[in-house]
T-cell receptor
Framework: AQSVAQPEDQVNVAEGNPLTVKCTYSVSGNPYLFWYVQYPNRGLQFLLKYITGDNLVKGSYGFEAEFNKSQTSFHLKKPSALVSDSALYFCAVWGANNLFFGTGTRLTVIP | EAQVTQNPRYLITVTGKKLTVTCSQNMNHEYMSWYRQDPGLGLRQIYYSMNVEVTDKGDVPEGYKVSRKEKRNFPLILESPSPNQTSLYFC??????????FGDGTRLSIL
């Protein structure tokens, strides 16, 4: 069965500092992984995905994610955080015609 | 503009009064899905549809019905709503093997 875990409910980072939002996965077979972002009163917006290929995936708004097979992780990163990056972030894995989501991590970027 | 449109955005109703949440997409996507979002649980799939007249249960289908008579529409029906169905609902659509596009959500409160 597919699942993802986001171990941190909340991440705080100062503006301009690098940020990391953690995600680990459990899948049978090859993982098909996603990151989505949710702003207040809005639906989820796609940031990036990993299917195969390079372990470093680049996405929207300057975000990237690092796939690590040995650690079964897919952490979201950004070199320099912006206040406007404050939002709720979801990691997800695709399987059985379903997108399995983590519980979400609320990122707060402090000016 | 490519979009997934849900209506209503907000609804307060009472136990047992049938309601329908509409979802429409203008991207000619085959795949559509409904999720509910609850604090601490992330998003969980209710039902999905691979194409017209093809629907199947997700993780939490109890108390819900769906139909897919046209490719663009995928309504969610609560025949006899109960308070435990108070939640934030999202409709999503995608082409095969592509990221899902999400609507802006419908907040249901069932008293």
């Amino acid at each position: 069965a597919q699942s993802v875990a986001q171990p941190e409910d909340q991440v705080n980072v100062a503006e301009g500092n690098p940020l990391t939002v953690k995600c680990t996965y459990s899948v049978s077979g090859n993982p098909y992984l996603f990151w989505y972002v949710q702003y207040p009163n809005r639906g989820l917006q796609f940031l990036l995905k990993y299917i195969t290929g390079d372990n470093l995936v680049k996405g929207s708004y300057g975000f990237e994610a690092e796939f690590n097979k040995s650690q079964t992780s897919f952490h979201l990163k950004k070199p320099s955080a912006l206040v406007s990056d404050s939002a709720l972030y979801f990691c997800a894995v695709w399987g059985a015609n379903n997108l399995f989501f983590g519980t979400g991590t609320r990122l707060t970027v402090i000016p | 503009e490519a979009q997934v449109t849900q209506n209503p955005r907000y609804l307060i109703t009472v136990t047992g009064k049938k309601l329908t949440v509409t979802c429409s997409q203008n991207m000619n996507h085959e795949y559509m899905s409904w999720y509910r979002q609850d604090p601490g649980l992330g998003l969980r799939q209710i039902y999905y549809s691979m194409n017209v007249e093809v629907t199947d249960k997700g993780d939490v289908p109890e108390g819900y019905k769906v139909s897919r008579k046209e490719k663009r529409n995928f309504p969610l029906i609560l025949e006899s709503p109960s308070p435990n169905q108070t939640s934030l609902y999202f409709c999503a659509s995608s082409a095969q093997d592509q990221p899902q596009h999400f609507g802006d959500g419908t907040r249901l409160s069932i008293l």
